[in-house]
């Protein structure tokens, strides 16, 4: 077998490993900015919906000053949180087994 020529083949193959693994490294920063951009998104939203209903129990706080009524407002803030929790307890376990579906399927 003529030296040179094994000695271009194993060039070859150092240089496609090098890409490939280049390849490898752009996905993963592409998915790991996909990940900030939906966690960054998901507080967003989440500060939002918070605003919302603070300003929601502000109004009907404002409404009617009665301790019947504060309390029932913290009932139903209660009741509200508790869905929240448990709806997003729901979507982290979807979330992770995407992110690690992800991570772990390399694409050509």
């Known amino acids: 077998m003529d030296p040179m020529r094994s000695q271009g083949g194993i060039q ?3 240089s496609a490993e090098q890409e490939a693994q280049q390849i490898v490294a ?3 920063n592409l998915k790991l ?4 951009q939906a966690k960054d998104e998901a507080e967003r939203e989440a500060a939002r919906y ?3 209903l603070q300003a ?3 109004k009907k ?11 029932q407002l913290e009932q139903e803030t209660v009741k509200k949180i508790e869905k929240l929790k448990e709806s ?3 979507v982290q376990s979807e979330l992770v087994d995407m992110l690690v579906k992800f991570v772990t399927t390399v694409k050509n």
């Open 33 to 36: 900015s996909r990940l900030k």
């Open 12 to 14: 070859m193959l150092l």
């Open 26 to 28: 752009a996905a993963r």
């Open 88 to 90: 997003s307890s729901k």
């Open 61 to 71: 706080v404002s409404e009617g000053n009665s301790a019947a009524t504060a309390k």
């Open 56 to 58: 929601d129990f502000q």
């Open 50 to 52: 918070r605003s919302q």
